[in-house]
């Protein structure tokens, strides 16, 4: 699809897998318009949208803004200046329902250390609960680093906005900006990366997520077939993902990314994309996604390697199983972006004790604040 929401003239109109259309609907003259809703309490972040190369494709009203923002405050994004706007953008979401044919659930993307995302983010998906009880809720949460900050109260908000994550959503998928710079910093050979970088790193650790649902494979797996493989009891649903390979143009022509070859380094904890080490836990569930040129005998011999490490536990109360997808579709890059197109790509997703730690680190840092009443007003 073209940047205007135009089909690529490679593809024949009656084309037969039309799967993208669970993202994308077609208007009336032909243009793919994404099934999705930017908010923000303040204008500047939406206005890129407004004015950048993608501008043509979304439908204005789907991007939702306020005057001012939350001021990194929870509070101020749950119940004062997020309460304002949070009916038009359920409203935005009830039209965008309705053009559904089956709507299967939502995806949430924000980040818990912000005012908006911690305050708004909770206060739609408790929403989103009351309107659309059964419907299956997957939040991306990008929770405060141990090192990168950009606000000295992000503890505070994330712990607040725990609570909707435990309660309010099916599956949470844990991202942390420190190791998403790590990645970009070491297998990317980038020395300072921006935003951009990052997003574009997680956006292909979504794109694996969600391949099923748009294009068809060996074994396809669909969203709520991810809950009933990752979340052993309902609450305990923080998943820790990976993704491989990560690597840039230059060095892309001189690795060998096999099947075993990228399905080791899924495990490997430098290429977690949250700063924890899974050989300090015990997994629970793993998932794992392939894309590309990939045959499921490969897969099985890669798998079979990684069970016979002695580093991979699993709990006792689970034997150990790992759930593999096969999606045909080779992994597709950000025209000029950073990652190499490569031929297969895996996403590893796994519901593993070890992201207590990255939890544990944000309470000891809000037990820290809040025995001195910091920021309390």
């Excluded at 939406?46 to 979304?58: F, I, K, M, N, P």
């Excluded at 689970?318 to 080779?330: A, D, H, L, S, V």
Aim: glycine share 6%; with cysteine; proline share 5%.
């Amino acid at each position: 699809i073209n940047p205007d929401g135009t089909l690529k003239d490679t593809e024949s109109p009656d084309v037969e897998n039309d799967s993208f259309n669970t993202f994308f609907s077609q208007t009336s003259n032909g243009r793919h318009v994404p099934r999705a809703i930017y908010v923000d309490l303040e204008p500047t972040v939406c206005d890129e949208v407004r004015t950048g190369a993608y501008r043509s494709l979304y439908h204005p009203e789907q991007i939702i803004n306020g005057k001012e923002d939350a001021a990194n405050n929870y509070a101020r994004g749950h119940y004062t200046t997020g309460k304002e706007i949070v009916d038009r953008v359920l409203d935005r979401i009830r039209k965008l329902a309705d053009n559904c044919t089956g709507l299967q659930g939502f995806l949430v993307f924000h980040a818990t250390g912000g005012g908006t995302g911690s305050g708004l983010g909770s206060l739609l998906l408790e929403r989103l609960s009351v309107d659309y009880g059964r419907k299956s809720k997957l939040s991306f949460a990008v929770s405060p680093s141990p090192q990168v900050s950009t606000a000295v109260v992000e503890p505070y908000n994330s712990v607040l906005s725990t609570h909707a994550l435990l309660e309010h959503t099916d599956c949470t998928f844990c991202l942390d900006n420190e190791a998403l710079y790590d990645v970009c910093r070491r297998n990317l050979g980038i020395e300072r990366p921006t935003y951009t970088n990052l997003n574009r790193l997680i956006a292909q650790v979504i794109s694996s997520l969600t391949a099923s649902l748009r294009f068809d494979g060996a074994l396809n797996v669909d969203v709520t077939e991810f809950q009933t493989n990752l979340v052993p009891y309902p609450r305990i649903h923080f998943m820790l993902t990976s993704y491989a390979p990560v690597v840039s143009a230059e060095k892309s022509q001189h690795e060998n990314l096999s099947v075993a070859e990228i399905t080791n380094s899924v495990f490997e904890p430098a290429n977690m994309m949250t700063k924890c080490d899974p050989r300090h836990g015990k997994y629970m569930a793993c998932c794992l996604m392939f894309r590309g040129d990939i045959v499921p005998k490969d897969v099985n011999a890669a798998v079979a390697t990684v069970k016979t490490k002695r580093t991979i536990q699993f709990v006792d109360w689970c034997p150990t199983g790992f759930k593999c997808g096969i999606n045909y579709q080779p992994p597709t890059v950000v025209p000029g972006g950073d990652l190499a197109e490569v031929k297969r790509a895996v996403c590893m997703v796994a519901n593993t004790t070890a992201i207590a730690e990255a939890l544990s680190r944000i309470d000891h840092k809000f037990d820290l604040m809040y025995a001195e009443r910091a920021f309390v007003h």
